[in-house]
T-cell receptor, first 114, second 110 residues
Framework: SAVISQKPSRDICQRGTSLTIQCQVDSQVTMMFWYRQQPGQSLTLIATANQGSEATYESGFVIDKFPISRPNLTFSTLTVSNMSPEDSSIYLC???????????FGPGTRLLVL | DAKTTQPPSMDCAEGRAANLPCNHSTISGNEYVYWYRQIHSQGPQYIIHGLKNNETNEMASLIITEDRKSSTLILPHATLRDTAVYYCIVLIQGAQKLVFGQGTRLTINP
């Protein structure tokens, strides 16, 4: 498996502001993913973060709202832009290890937008 | 859409085996069955996966029916720490996109 950390673990933000969430993994991985879990709901994939190229977004998610960076094989960021209370969620990153092709998740970032 | 059906909730007594069912009647021949769980306020934890043979690891056993249309995750000796939401997911290995349904909320009672 892999050790995955996220920063911040939680935050309370004002509407209209932006928050950048960091995801760090302790080994080089090819695939990194960002998920959202709204209150009381299951997880939904936002995008796949590709190293060296633009992220691939799922239907309903756009780059202007959720810009993603992937500068190297161990790190990625997700920015939640121009936040509204509807963005209050847990945001999770996951990684796929090449050999096992199983995804492992970080601890998540709890975001509350007022 | 999730391609699996799970009961919304289950209870199990501590120390007993917890058997969590999952229906995946439209599963394709190259799709694997994955199980994850999410303990409150944490990221999902990988448990086990399989294609058609039964699998066992240190956490659980996975029993897949011969027609592969359903499976059962077995926690052999449930503890209070096993209280979580359990997700059954079918996935082509390498396809990357995990589609989470609503899962089964398993409560282990003392």
């Amino acid at each position: 498996s892999a050790v995955i950390s996220q920063k911040p673990s939680r935050d309370i933000c004002q509407r209209g502001t932006s928050l950048t969430i960091q995801c760090q993994v302790d080994s080089q991985v090819t695939m990194m993913f960002w998920y959202r879990q709204q209150p009381g709901q299951s997880l939904t994939l936002i995008a796949t973060a590709n190293q060296g190229s633009e992220a691939t977004y799922e239907s309903g998610f756009v780059i202007d709202k959720f810009p993603i960076s992937r500068p190297n094989l161990t790190f990625s960021t997700l920015t939640v832009s121009n936040m509204s209370p509807e963005d209050s969620s847990i945001y999770l990153c996951s990684v796929e290890l090449d050999i096992q092709e199983t995804q492992y998740f970080g601890p998540g970032t709890r975001l509350l937008v007022l | 859409d999730a391609k699996t059906t799970q009961p919304p909730s289950m209870d199990c007594a501590e120390g007993r085996a917890a058997n969590l069912p999952c229906n995946h009647s439209t599963i394709s021949g190259n799709e694997y069955v994955y199980w994850y769980r999410q303990i409150h306020s944490q990221g999902p934890q990988y448990i086990i996966h399989g294609l058609k043979n039964n699998e066992t690891n240190e956490m659980a056993s996975l029993i897949i029916t011969e027609d592969r249309k359903s499976s059962t995750l077995i926690l052999p000796h449930a503890t209070l720490r096993d209280t979580a939401v359990y997700y059954c997911i079918v996935l082509i290995q390498g396809a990357q996109k995990l589609v989470f349904g609503q899962g089964t909320r398993l409560t282990i009672n003392p």
